[in-house]
């Protein structure tokens, strides 16, 4: 599967951004979603992930409350609502697809990789 991550901008703290995730081919609902970020001269992190049906979630503890993963299985799309953004949430954002539904926040497990948004947040 090929992921075309978007909705990246600049974005005033505070303010609301929504994250998307298309992916080609008919066998989008077979993967684990996952959204992960890249702060400049830090190590990517895990922000999210997502079962195969949507019904169970996971967050990094830093973006609980504020950001929302969710998917339409419908449009081979997964989403990343982000709101009451911090300037510490600029990053590149990335989304990823995995088949086994262990150890989400691990980079390792994920097998397909969509090539990053851009997320500036400031003050």
């Known amino acids: 599967v090929q992921l075309q991550a978007s909705g990246g901008g600049l974005v005033l703290a505070g303010d609301s951004l929504r994250l998307s995730c298309a992916a080609s081919?008919?066998?989008?609902?077979?993967?684990?979603m996952g959204w992960f970020r890249q702060a400049p001269g830090k190590e990517r992190e895990f922000v999210a992930a997502?079962?195969?049906?949507?019904?169970?979630?996971t967050y990094a503890d830093s973006v609980k409350g504020r950001f929302t993963i969710f998917r339409d299985n419908a449009k081979n799309t997964a989403y990343l609502q982000m709101n009451s953004l911090k300037l510490e949430d600029t990053a590149v954002y990335y989304c990823?697809?995995?088949?086994?539904?262990?150890?989400?926040?691990?980079?390792?497990?994920?097998?397909?990789w969509g090539q990053g948004t851009l997320v500036t947040v400031s003050s």
């Open positions: 081919g008919r066998t989008f609902s077979r993967y684990i």
């Open positions: 997502i079962s195969r049906a949507g019904g169970s979630t």
């Open positions: 990823a697809g995995r088949m086994e539904y262990v150890q989400l926040s691990r980079e390792s497990g994920y097998e397909y």
